[in-house]
């Protein structure tokens, strides 16, 4: 294995024995597709996987850790905990785009910084531990990786943003709030949406999700940040 992906696992904290499985969770769809060999497959099955390993984990850590919390509230903190932003972090951390494989065209139009890139990735990696190395491997990232802000006492973000902006332009009369997808992309079982909210019929801010939902409230975050 070369150094780059010696490195990479060092960042990982674990070593493959199946090295096949963490080079499929580095290979971008447009990598793959300029290939034009069957054999070279992209990491978007790895990604399946992925969301659901780790929804299932973050899902047991918050019903053990957070006796407290009724099911909405963790159903709201574990999105919060999984959503593009903070997996996009993650990448970030590990410096995971300079070790994709990407096609040219992704390559030449940034690519390696894309947040829907970087995040999917992060799933991928996941899911090849956990096929590489079982639950055990795949948790222990988990929560060094992702959960480590509530191990920390950090707060989360509040994802209520639509409640939030609502509230802040209601301070005047006549303010009309609309939102309005611009954008839609990915496959079905990985969807990326883009959403702009207006005031009074002019944009004011812009987001993009996973669902419709989480756009909206990305968009509104936008909007919040610019209005205030």
């Known amino acids: ?21 963490l080079e499929n969770a580095l290979r971008h769809s447009s990598y793959a597709n300029e ?24 899902a047991k850590y918050l019903y053990q850790h957070y006796p407290e919390l009724p099911e909405g509230n963790m159903t709201k903190l574990r999105a919060e905990l999984v959503c593009e932003h903070a997996l996009y972090m993650v990448a970030q951390d590990l410096d995971l785009g300079q070790s994709l494989r990407l096609g040219k065209g992704e390559e030449s139009s940034g690519g ?36 480590s802000a509530l191990d920390k006492g950090l707060p989360v973000r509040d994802s209520d943003n639509k409640t939030r902006l609502q509230e802040l332009v209601q301070h005047k009369s006549g303010q009309t709030l609309t939102y309005a997808v611009t954008g839609e992309s990915g496959p ?12 009074n019929g002019e944009v004011v801010g812009n987001g993009a999700g996973r669902t419709k939902k989480e756009a909206e409230q990305a968009a509104a975050g936008d909007a919040l940040g610019k209005l205030k």
Not at 188 to 199: A, G, I, Q, R, Y
């Open 188 to 199: 079905d079982h990985k969807k990326e949406f883009t959403v702009s909210v207006s005031l």
């Open 1 to 21: 294995m070369n150094t780059d992906m010696m490195t990479l696992e060092q960042k990982l904290g674990y070593v493959f024995q199946n090295r096949v499985l």
């Open 35 to 58: 290939t034009k060999d069957p054999k070279i497959t992209s990491n978007e099955r790895l990604e399946f996987l992925g969301d659901s390993v780790l929804g299932f984990v973050t």
């Open 112 to 147: 390696r910084e894309r947040p829907s890139i970087l995040a999917d990735a992060v799933e991928s990696m996941i899911a090849a531990m956990f096929l590489d190395g079982g639950m055990e491997a795949a948790e222990r990232f988990i929560l060094e990786r992702v959960l």
